[in-house]
């Protein structure tokens, strides 16, 4: 596609619920990455893939956090018994190669009831 | 680790006038990118401009120009000519020039209010 794209845009979910947020890279990017964004903070980082590969996940903030991108495009973001402070909104981001401009989609918003 | 701090929460400014975002940043290394990202109420982030550590000029992107004291850790962004259409939530960010340490690191945010 001509961007990244993000879905879904918005998702509420009850306190405990498990939640899948998807991101669509730009077609042949090798990087693709994770953020957390809070209410009127900045983007906070959680995990980075080159192709398949996970090469940084030090910014999941618990085992509760899993993502995975299995064939180097599409990447999921999976939060399982979500909390209420897990409310925010999730970017996702790819870039061509490691050195290269990163492309934000427009996020999905997570509010955990 | 490295830190990226805009210490402005909210700036405004009258249409066609000049405005100034300030922020400042710490780090041990001495090869690193920095950028402003702007983020409309649509939530993407749109890159304005990039500069390179390395390099002493100051970037320029037509109205968007930064004033960059790597001595100071400082890395100002100043739009000229401000529009209606620059409303928005500025983040500065910091990126690693080292292969597999790429992730960005933001600053809080400016909220940016153009008045007609």
């Not at chain 1, 918005?10 to 090798?30: E, F, M, N, T």
């Not at chain 2, 649509?42 to 890159?47: D, G, N």
């Amino acid at each position: 596609g001509a961007g990244v794209s993000q879905s879904p845009r918005y998702k509420v979910a009850k306190r405990g619920q498990d939640v899948a947020l998807r991101c669509d890279p730009i077609s042949g990017h090798v990087s693709l990455f994770w953020y957390q964004q809070a209410l009127g903070q900045g983007p906070e980082f959680l995990t980075y893939f080159q192709n398949e590969a996970q090469l940084d996940k030090s910014g999941l903030p618990s085992d509760r956090f899993f993502a995975e991108r299995p064939e180097g495009s599409v990447s999921t973001l999976k939060i399982q018994r979500t909390q209420q402070e897990d409310s925010a909104v999730y970017l996702c981001a790819s870039s061509l190669d490691w050195n290269t401009e990163a492309f934000f989609g427009q996020g999905t918003r997570l509010t955990v009831v | 680790a490295q830190t990226v701090t805009q210490s402005q929460p909210e700036m405004s400014v009258q249409e066609a006038e000049t405005v100034t975002l300030s922020c400042t940043y710490d780090t041990s290394e001495s090869d690193y990118y920095l950028f402003w990202y702007k983020q409309p109420p649509s939530r993407q982030m749109i890159l304005v401009i990039r500069q390179e550590a390395y390099k002493q000029q100051n970037a320029t992107e037509n109205r968007f120009s930064v004033n960059f004291q790597k001595a100071a850790k400082s890395f100002s962004l100043k739009i000229s000519d401000s529009q209606l259409g620059d409303a928005a939530m500025y983040f500065c960010a910091y990126r690693s020039y080292l292969q597999g340490a790429q992730k960005l690191v933001f600053g809080q945010g400016t909220r940016l209010t153009i008045n007609p």
